[in-house]
């Protein structure tokens, strides 16, 4: 990593530990604190639901004598390995606090300082715990080896190896994160029940740190006496990597397996492309070593060399299946919602996998998508090329329909028959042209919360009584502390400021509001004090061209720092106010600088005005 990300990932650290501050064998296990997740039964949860969260019950599992995994204390599970002369810490959860539980856990087993940390990949919940274990120093200095794939810092700190820019779709992003989630449901009954593949996320401080050793495709390494040897296994992220421990028979795959569940091919909250072929091809990878016990990072562990070579297989075969079945359909001609309805379960020796229920990832999602990802939006019906707007088309099939009155009569009988489908289909149409009518949006938020109740997978139940609630008309207002600790305006910053200025100035471009700025032909420069840059928008009749490097005969020049710059990316200033501040000086007109940063939209400051089932 060169010096530069390296100052980009420390800046990202401690501006999100700043803003977190702010806001088939017998497993053993010791005794620990409450479920974080809603364990209790209720008409209102499928009972599969209760059962993981049952499951979730935090506990320390003695995999060996020499592996324990902390399950349950956080979204992600921590593991130790017991080396000759210290630990190894396989991921590290999602923050401080969760973090700190798992070290008093694992403190209870073994006195022997942590020698090494490994990271599995670049999500959040299994790197934000770390300093709970080790000292920032410590890794800085050498004395503690902490390992992750080349490209995971990069990954976390900037959009720079991403395939797309998820940061210019960051404000829609966290809607639907939200609604994923469960961020503005209640935990309980009626409300989130759990992660699908763990608990809860657990707010606090990150600890974040490091890491001082990379991997690219394999690494072959000795700490604390513990013969490592670590490949890289893409498929949740193209930076995972898997651990095997030839000398205690163990291996971690991390999110390769996603916990007791089918995994995410595809996200509801809309991420990353996931290849399934990679996916299953990199299982396949590690379904070589000989394990006899499997450590995953979310759910507990698999004890026995038959189990684990069960489960391990059973899992490839899934994705294939999905894969394959729904390319075979696709064949003859079968768009995405005929895919969802052929092929919405796995064969039943698969189904009944205890590792493969749908509570995270979902079948039928998942062949919609790749769909998309083989042939785009277009099914090849022509009709589609150029269809009405969307509140036309449903105006023209409320008249045909007998009219607004008459649909929502239909949609009453059809809830009493518990058709409730069909209720939230056909009123969508009366919605969408009157928002209205809260008779018929009390109706559908009726005939979506019986279909949350009923589902297994959690995103699904979570999206579902977000989306009842958006109906009735109350405020969404955030029930999460982890969420609201994400979704602050300081965490925007904090994200931002890690990003190195050329990429920071590339934020503005699709905010370009292009119908004020068709005739607008302008240039404005930043000059950034701290760390050098010379960056600068082109306004050009309506598109916005970013320059990396100082722009071409500027009509303004800002003079401010990379940090005011990240600020005003997020939506946290204006450049009058910084300006005002003494943040800022302008070259030029300081009127018509200011006019032309009027020209771009800031980031949303309140994610739940993007509704998603009213519009």
Known sequence: MTFRAKQSVRRFILGTAALACACAGTLSAAAAPANLAYDKPAPTINPKLTALSKAMQPKVYKVSNRVYVAVGYGDANSTMIIGDDGLIIIDTTESLTSGRAVEAEFRKISKLPVKGIIYTHHHMDHLGGAAAFVQPQDAMSGKVTVISQADTMKLLASSETAKANPLFTRDIMTARFAYM????????????????????????????????????????VTIAGVRLHIVRTPGETDDAI????????????????????????????????????TWYRSIDRVRAF??????????????????????LTNHRDAIQYVHDQA??????????????????????????????????????????????????????????????????RAQRNLALMG????????????LAARDYRWVADMLTNVIRVNPGNMNAR????????QLGY?????????WYLTSAQELEGAPLQIQNDWFRGVASPQARVAQFNAMPGRAIIGLFAPRLQAERTLNVHKTLAFVLSDSGDQVGIEIRRG?????????????????????????????????????????????????????????????????????????
């Open 181 to 220: 989630f469960g961020a503005y449901l209640p935990k309980g009954p009626e409300g989130v029940v759990n992660n699908g593949t763990g608990p809860a996320m657990v707010a606090g401080p990150i600890g974040l740190v490091p890491p001082n050793k990379l991997v690219d495709d394999t690494l072959d």
């Open 242 to 277: 898997s651990v095997w421990m030839p000398d205690l028979k163990m291996l971690a795959t991390g999110d390769l397996l996603m916990g007791e569940t089918f995994p995410n091919l595809y996200t509801l909250r809309g991420a990353e492309i996931r290849n399934p072929i």
């Open 290 to 311: 000989p394990a006899e016990y499997l450590v995953l990072s979310h759910g507990r562990p698999t004890l026995g060399r038959d189990k684990v070579a069960s489960v």
């Open 543 to 615: 598109i916005a061209e970013v320059y990396t490097q100082a722009p071409p005969s500027p009509d303004f020049t800002v003079s401010t720092t990379k940090a005011s710059l990240a600020r005003l990316a997020a939506g946290d200033t204006t450049l009058a106010q910084l300006i005002e501040s003494n943040a800022a000086t302008v070259q030029g007109d300081r009127q018509g600088a200011e006019t032309f940063m009027s020209y771009f939209n800031p980031p949303l400051k309140d994610w739940s005005d993007l509704h998603f089932t009213t519009r």
């Open 454 to 462: 009923a589902e297994v997978n959690a995103n699904a139940r979570n």
């Open 442 to 449: 009390k109706l559908k938020a009726q005939a979506l919360r």
């Open 327 to 392: 390319v075979r359909l696709m064949n003859k001609g079968y768009g995405p919602d005929e895919l969802a309805a052929a092929i919405s379960q796995l064969p039943p020796h698969l189904r009944d996998d205890p590792y493969l229920a749908q509570f995270y990832g979902s079948v039928s999602s998942s062949v919609r998508q790749l769909y998309a990802s083989y042939f785009g939006w277009f099914e090849g019906d022509p009709t589609t090329l150029n269809l009405l707007p969307p509140k036309d």
């Open 403 to 414: 009219g607004e009155a008459h649909v929502v009569a239909e949609a009453q009988k059809a």
